[in-house]
């Protein structure tokens, strides 16, 4: 490059060298005729005419005295005429023939001189023209465009597709053509001989087509059951210029794992360049399957005790084993928890009835029931190994009270927990151990009556009740003689759902 420009130079100097000769000369010649500035026409006397004669001749050059050409320019010289007479005589003017030695070169750079030469009786006449061929004209440089247009991905080096430059005067000039990168462009630049630049720019478009790489860790289709464990299971995504764009990615759609449906999550990422990923993912939340319920054969009695355990649970205990009944248990969390196992190991059913059993807390929301009813059923689970499903809400399906906390909880507890596995039941025959049965006598009297006539009976019973519990032995004698059996509750045993849901 710089070799280039020093020949550049070089050649300029040089050609300033030799138009500075051209001047030189015409100086001379003017310093020999003093008192023409311009030596276009000359006439002159001859020294010694013959006697009687006086001749002269004149040699006028036409056009200018100096030409400047442009290289490779065609040059027409407008040439010069002499004309001669004798001014003794005052004859008329004859043309004389005009010798014209020196010729131009238009291809070739530098002064050239034409010398224009008449003769006339004697008298020699000689005028000069200088031309000098100049190159004004740049080169051209020729870029070779690219086959997709010029496009580079960010950072990319620009992989160049070719130039070429010519020059009228240097010829091909491509060795010494410059190339810089410019921000978004490349720039091309050569000088000719004669100093004349020329700069080409290529525009560089910067862009990536490239869209990030979006990808979902876990399967793409996913089932749970309602009340399931969801929890993303997780995504990636990386840009060929961004690198990580994990953090970008936007998740539109949520799972509602408490609620049956189909739920369809879309992952979107967007790189700096506006190119966008997406992917989804189908998470089906399938609500359990109700067992059948078997309805069972003869007579049959489902002895059911809620809210324990409690200080009497033990002897009721004793007195189930006494007649080998086996009953079931909605236990909620008590002090008597060590019960449980004797529950079990009593091939009773143990079953749930929350936690706390405070109708406030628990009717509050439906996250605030299974909250309460998952954590009885770690603790059962903890205890006994046994994970029961079997439940009965506080105060039956039908129970009022939770309107107060919550309009509609039941309706939708009733489906949710269905949904969610649970077998609820409710209860067909009262005893109103909770009422006013205060006595054995009281509660023995409401199951009788209860239970008379029904082929089976869900009964309720609290077993913090110690009247209550003094009536079991009555109630069991007096199903015993009367051709009942006592049977455990099992998730296909009849519900007895009340039809009277009122909230
Ligand atoms: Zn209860």
Not at 308 to 326: F, N
Not at 372 to 394: C, E, H, K, N
């Amino acid at each position: 490059m710089r070799i280039g420009h020093w020949k550049c130079w070089w050649l300029v100097v040089l050609l300033l060298v030799v138009l500075a000769g051209c001047v030189k000369m015409e100086v001379q010649e003017s310093t020999s005729a003093p008192g023409e500035t311009m030596p276009s026409t000359e006439s002159d006397s001859v020294t010694t005419p013959p006697a009687g004669k006086m001749y002269e001749l004149e040699l006028t050059m036409k056009g200018s005295e100096a030409l400047v050409l442009e290289f490779g320019q065609e040059f027409r010289d407008s040439g010069a005429e002499a004309w001669g007479w004798d001014a003794a005589s005052g004859s008329e003017k004859i043309s004389v023939e005009v010798q014209i030695t020196g010729t131009v070169d238009s291809q070739t750079l530098g002064c050239y001189t034409l010398t224009y030469s008449a003769s006339y009786q004697g008298i020699e006449k000689s005028l000069q023209r200088t031309v000098t061929v100049v190159d004004t004209t740049a080169p051209v440089i020729t870029l070779v465009p690219d086959p997709e247009g010029s496009y580079l991905l960010p950072g990319e080096v620009y992989q160049e597709a070719g130039f070429s430059a010519t020059d009228a005067c240097d010829g091909d000039l491509t060795d010494w053509v410059v190339v810089r990168s410019d921000g978004d462009r490349m720039v091309y630049q050569v000088a000719d001989s004669s100093g004349n630049q020329t700069t080409v720019y290529r525009q560089l478009i910067v862009d990536d087509p490239i869209p990030p790489v979006l990808e979902l860790d876990g399967e793409l289709e996913i089932e749970i059951f309602v009340g399931g464990f969801w929890q993303e299971p997780g995504f990636s995504a990386a840009d060929n210029v961004d690198g990580d764009l994990t953090g970008m990615v936007q998740v539109s759609g949520t799972v509602d794992p408490n609620t049956a449906g189909e739920y369809v999550l879309t992952y979107e990422v967007v790189d700096g360049f506006g190119n966008v990923a997406t992917a989804q993912r189908r998470v089906c939340v399938k609500a359990a399957t109700p067992p059948v319920v078997v309805e069972p054969n003869g007579k049959v009695i489902y002895l059911t005790f809620d809210d324990g355990p409690s200080e009497y649970t033990e002897r009721l205990l004793k007195i189930l084993a006494k007649y080998d009944v086996k009953a079931t248990f909605f236990v909620i969390n008590t002090d008597y928890m060590h019960l449980i196992d004797d529950i079990v190991a009593g091939g009773h059913s143990i079953a749930l009835h929350t936690k706390s059993h405070r109708y406030q807390k628990i009717y509050a929301s439906e996250e605030a029931f299974f909250e309460d009813l998952y954590a009885l059923q770690d603790i059962v689970y903890d205890r006994s190994g046994v994970m029961t499903t079997l439940m009965r809400f506080p105060g039956g399906s039908s129970n009022r009270v939770s309107k107060k906390y919550c309009v509609g909880i039941m309706s939708r507890l009733i489906k949710s927990v269905q949904d969610r596995g649970f077998v609820f039941f409710d209860w067909n025959v009262d005893s109103d151990d909770a009422g006013s049965a205060n006595t054995a006598d009281a509660v023995f009297q409401n199951v009788k009556d209860g239970v008379k006539g029904k082929q089976y009976s869900v009964v309720l019973q609290h077993d913090t009740r110690k009247y209550s519990v003094e009536a079991v032995e009555k109630i069991i004698l007096w199903g015993l003689e009367n051709g009942y059996t006592f049977l455990p509750l099992d998730s296909s045993s009849p519900t007895c759902h009340h039809s009277w849901v009122a909230n």
